[in-house]
Antibody, heavy 124, light 110 residues
């Protein structure tokens, strides 16, 4: 079974940091780019970041660039999202998702496996 | 405000056909493939259409996608009550160097 399981969510004060993890199983992890997508309460989907299959290429949404860092450990089949200088508008469910394409830095063909989401609440 | 534009809501009767539009620009839909996602209440999104028209394994053939220029559409035929969900289009944007989503369309099956 192909699975993604996020962890590390919680309540954090504005300005503080938090790290999310996403553990993958059931597929060859280092063949796929991985994305983070978030959804604020009652709102739509917002893409956050992508990291290529080998970690050499990373891209970020404008809203998080300079504050969030995506990384991966292919030996542990895990992708991370380090979030710093958190703001109230970062409150959301954070999903990790697998890019459908194999061994590519072209991210055009969809996210075909999603985790269940990790809830991050930024509040004092 | 989302980079891709979708109608906020639509409704149709069971058994009928509905289309959901998605409008973008030359830097996203005009240059890259469009993907569609279905999000049932309280669940993670599910990839419905990949590469403009391809249905991943397990997706019913009642769902179909198309693209023309800087616009795309998702069509759902033979509507069922369990098709009630939020539907999102998405495409890579070469100018932003990131993935962009539409604002989502809430489908109600009356």
């Amino acid at each position: 079974q192909v699975h993604l399981v996020e962890s590390g969510g919680g309540v954090v004060q504005p300005g503080r940091s938090l790290r999310l993890s996403c553990a993958a199983s059931g597929f060859v992890f280092n063949n796929h780019a991985m994305h983070w997508v978030r959804q604020a309460p009652g709102k739509g989907l917002e893409w956050v970041a992508v990291i290529s299959y080998d970690g050499s290429d990373k891209n970020y949404a404008t809203s998080v660039r300079g504050r969030f860092t995506v990384s991966r450990d292919n030996a542990k089949n895990t992708v991370y999202l380090q979030m710093s200088s958190l703001r109230g508008e970062d409150t959301a469910v954070y999903y990790c998702a697998r890019d459908r394409t194999l061994l590519s830095t072209v991210y055009s063909y969809g996210l075909d496996v999603w985790g269940q989401g990790a809830t991050v609440t930024v509040s004092s | 405000q989302s980079v891709l534009t979708q109608p906020p809501s639509t409704s149709e009767s069971p058994g009928q056909r509905v289309t959901i539009s998605c409008s973008g620009t030359s830097s996203n839909i005009g240059s890259n493939s469009v993907n569609w996602y279905q999000q049932l209440p309280g669940t993670a999104p599910k990839l419905l259409i990949s590469g403009n028209t391809y249905r991943p394994s397990g997706v019913a053939d009642r769902f179909s996608g198309s693209k023309s220029g800087t616009s795309a559409s998702l069509a759902i035929s033979g509507l069922r009550p369990d098709d009630e969900a939020d539907y999102y289009c998405a495409a890579w944007d070469d100018s932003l160097n990131g993935l962009v989503f539409g604002g989502g369309t809430k489908l109600t099956v009356l």
